[in-house]
């Protein structure tokens, strides 16, 4: 019953935030992780991990047994695992836990009852039994883990992504303990240790720019255990092994807090794609080569006449992604041309033109963003490049003003400088 419920609890707040997040707007925050993120997540689930009772030192016949690593013979474990993102979509993962326990031993208290002989209950009236001595033990156990996971976007469902990948674990418990009574042979030691591989997936969502909660399910896991008790001092040592397989194993909730640059760079919808970007910047080229004049062939040239220099006018692009405002940096070198043509032709202006996409949010968004964007890229040529202000005009869009015909493409800031 108590795996059914974690199971349960581990699917259905995912189950919601999926559906949530597919009922809001096309316009929301992108917090997805990028190359170069670090996160730390706790954790909590059925897990294999090592756990051992030394045996009583004072016996005469011992018998061992491996101990059990089926995961659904398992109580909840708690720990926390680490993650850096190599690449965009590659992690790699470390975690584990720790937990250290000291008993300390007391005395026996001996009674006016004689163990060794034989008595009846009339015998015992009024007798006072004996406190046996509490043995003075220690545990110890932990576990370690690490892996690496490909992440995977889920197209309909921003800010969550899937992932399946590999882990590799050991687990190490250790138990000693020591009764301080006559007939003890000493120190009582028992160990195990668990070898463990699985192939994992699983799912996170990315709530803020630094927050997410997720769930993971081992598909296929195998398991080998190791226990060894030495139940006297001087004894050798008497050893169990196992071999376990598991399907659909160790359910598991974490919830954790990403670091790094994404955090700062978090933006509004998905981004304009690749395919996008590309397009963009071809128009851009397109539309700023130099005009090509035919003449006639006679050429009359008036004497005396001083030759007005010609001054190649230039028109440049800037993309920005779905609901972004932000200058991203594959963009810079459009500002760039802009800013180099002033600086060599002084007396001329630019005029800096914001646009929005019609076919997603609402009007008075696009409206903002439009504005937004003239006024990011004016700002990048006046505080970056030392354009001054007077040479700029800054406007953005009339209602439903689309200067092209696709729309991914109105996404954009139009400089004209002349």
Same mark, same amino acid.
């Given at each position: ?23 809001? !707007? ?44 089926d =995961? ?13 993102f190599?690449?965009?979509? =590659? ?39 004996? *406190? ?22 889920v ?6 992504? =899937? ?9 190490? &418990? ?7 009574? @006559?007939?003890?042979?000493?120190? !009582? ?12 997936? &699983? ?15 081992? @598909?296929?896991?195998y ?5 060894? *008790? ?22 598991t ?47 009359y ?10 001054? @190649? ?5 800037v ?22 043509y ?39 040529l ?37």
């Open positions: 019953m108590k795996i059914r419920r974690l199971l349960l609890f581990a699917v259905m707040p995912m189950v919601c935030l999926a559906v949530s997040a597919q009922e809001k !707007s096309c316009v929301k925050k992108e917090f997805t992780p990028k190359k170069g993120d670090f996160t730390i997540a706790f954790t909590v689930g059925y897990n294999s991990y090592a756990s051992v009772k030394a045996l009583p030192s004072y016996q005469t016949d011992y018998e061992v047994s491996a101990l059990s690593t =995961w659904s013979d398992k109580k909840l474990m708690v720990g926390f695992e680490t993650g850096w190599f690449k965009d979509l =590659w992690k790699l993962n470390l975690g584990g836990g720790l937990n250290f326990t000291n008993n300390p031993g007391y005395s026996a208290v001996p009674g006016t009852i004689d163990a060794g002989a034989t008595s009846t209950p009339e015998d015992l009236m009024g007798e006072i039994p004996n *406190y046996r001595a509490v043995a003075d033990a220690y545990s110890f156990s932990y576990n370690v883990f690490a892996g690496v996971d490909r992440y995977f976007k197209k309909n469902v921003p800010n969550m992504m =899937w992932y399946t990948g590999i882990r590799a674990g050991v687990s190490y &418990g250790l138990n000693e303990m020591k009764y301080d009574e @006559p007939e003890a042979m000493g120190k !009582s030691t028992g160990e195990t240790w668990n070898l463990r591989g699985a192939f994992t997936m &699983g799912v996170d969502y990315f709530i803020l720019p630094a927050f997410y909660v997720g769930a993971q399910i081992d @598909p296929f896991c398991t080998y255990n190791m226990t060894a *008790y030495k139940p006297q001092e001087g004894l050798s040592r008497l050893d169990a092994d196992s071999h376990n397989f598991s399907l659909l194993s160790a359910p909730l974490k919830m954790g807090f990403k670091f790094g640059k994404s955090n700062k760079g978090a933006k509004v919808g998905g981004g304009c794609s690749e395919e996008c970007l590309r397009q963009l910047n071809e128009l851009r080229e397109l539309v700023s080569k130099p005009n090509v004049v035919y003449k006639t062939d006679t050429v040239v008036k004497q005396n006449v001083a030759v007005a220099k010609s001054i @190649p006018g230039l028109k440049s692009f993309a920005f992604g779905n609901g972004q405002a932000s200058v991203a940096s594959t963009q810079e070198m459009n500002v760039l041309a802009v800013a180099d002033l600086k060599q032709y002084p007396e001329t202006e630019v005029v800096v033109t914001g646009y929005a996409s019609t076919g997603t949010g609402s009007r008075e968004l696009n409206l903002r963003l439009a504005r937004q964007r003239a006024e990011a890229v004016a700002k990048t006046t505080d970056k490049y030392g354009i001054s202000s007077d040479r700029l005009t800054v406007k953005s869009m009339q209602d439903g003003e689309q200067p092209f015909q696709t729309s991914d493409w109105n996404r954009v800031t139009i400089m004209v400088a002349e």
